[in-house]
């Protein structure tokens, strides 16, 4: 291997020798810092750094969205990364926007806007993670590009060779461009979920997923637990004509059971996730003792393949704590913070 890109890898190897350490290890992008130190600095109002779930979910009681009075002119946009209803049914065909999107036609607002700033601030850790892999995938491109051409100089690879591998290249780095674009805008989103739009939070602090209940409550429990604490759903009935409240009625089973399936479908999701997270920890292992060996080895692959499995375990994760978060709104029932069994104490 060249001088250059033993010191790319070297470079990576550094990288991950510091998610060790507590503060990384929770999902802070690499390079974020550098990316939001101009726009995020000290100012009245300004968001704590590092920012916790807890402390951003606070501000969603005096949003304007729920003073003003009248409908909002702003749009609730789709998340960049938790299409959790996509992810749960496997949808093949473009996304349902409406069921990626968290509940809020049957619970109370203040709860809406917490679900809104609690979709905004995952979507944030999501992005960063998916930075990170985008950076070492364009590390190891590069390395096997910049080995192609040195070897093509020698005689040893072909033209078409590095023609393709500079493909690669190229795709991997404009797929990290716009990651890099991601962070910025979800960080957008989340300021905008905060009321603090020209505050853009440097660094968040990745919330631990629950461990959920084990079975899950049943669809009557959630339709009698709905009906007796969720005061929305109470005054939004007591206003309602019969054929209204029929069809209330039927809204709440309905969106009551697409959680409880979404709930179900990436229960058998969070196995398999693990379990790729695990092959993609031994191969990395492997290819470390290898390397080491001097041996043939594809390290800087096998930390990209890693960093994705990781990722992709995470949104699953999320996925689940979100659509839980839900149910409990839906029930009239605070939608965080939660204890190690997903109850809200």
Not at 27 to 34: I, S
Request: contains cysteine; glycine residues 4%; charged residues 25%.
């Amino acid at each position: 291997m060249q001088p250059r890109s033993l010191a790319i890898l070297g470079a990576i190897l550094g990288i991950r020798d510091r998610w060790a350490s507590p503060r990384l290890a929770l999902g802070v992008a690499l390079g974020a810092l550098l990316a939001w130190g101009a726009v995020a600095a000290a100012e009245d109002g300004a968001l704590p750094e590092p920012l916790e779930l807890t402390q951003a979910l606070a501000f969603a009681e005096a949003h304007p969205r729920l003073v003003a009075g009248q409908p909002s002119p702003q749009p609730r946009r789709l998340p960049l990364y938790l299409a959790c209803h996509d992810l749960a049914f496997g949808a093949s065909a473009p996304g349902d926007d409406l069921r990626n999107r968290p509940l809020e036609t049957l619970i109370d607002p203040v709860d809406a806007q917490r679900l809104e700033i609690l979709v905004r601030f995952l979507d944030v850790v999501l992005a960063d993670l998916s930075f990170s892999r985008y950076s070492e995938a364009m590390a190891v491109a590069y390395i096997q590009l910049d080995r192609a051409s040195t070897r093509r100089e020698l005689g040893q690879v072909s033209e078409l060779r590095v023609a393709e591998l500079d493909a690669t290249y190229q795709d991997v780095r404009q797929r990290r461009a716009a990651s890099e674009a991601a962070q910025r805008l979800s960080r957008s989103l989340l300021a905008q979920a905060l009321d603090r739009p020209d505050t853009l939070p440097r660094e968040l602090v990745a919330p631990q997923a629950p461990v959920l209940p084990d079975p899950m409550p049943g669809l009557p429990d959630v339709v009698v637990a709905a009906e007796a604490g969720n005061r929305t759903l109470a005054t939004l009935k007591a206003a309602a004509d019969p054929h209204q409240a029929r069809l209330l009625d039927h809204e709440l089973r309905q969106q009551a059971l697409e959680l409880l399936l979404r709930l179900q479908a990436l229960a058998v999701s969070v196995d398999s996730s693990q379990a790729e997270t695990v092959l993609r920890d031994l191969k990395l292992e492997q290819s470390r003792v290898l390397y080491e060996q001097e041996a043939a080895a594809d390290l800087g692959y096998s930390m990209s393949q890693q960093t994705k499995a990781r990722l992709d375990e995470q949104r699953v994760a999320y996925c689940r704590a979100l659509a839980w978060a839900e149910l409990q709104a839906l029930q009239g029932r605070p939608v965080w913070p939660m204890n190690e069994k997903g109850v809200t104490p």
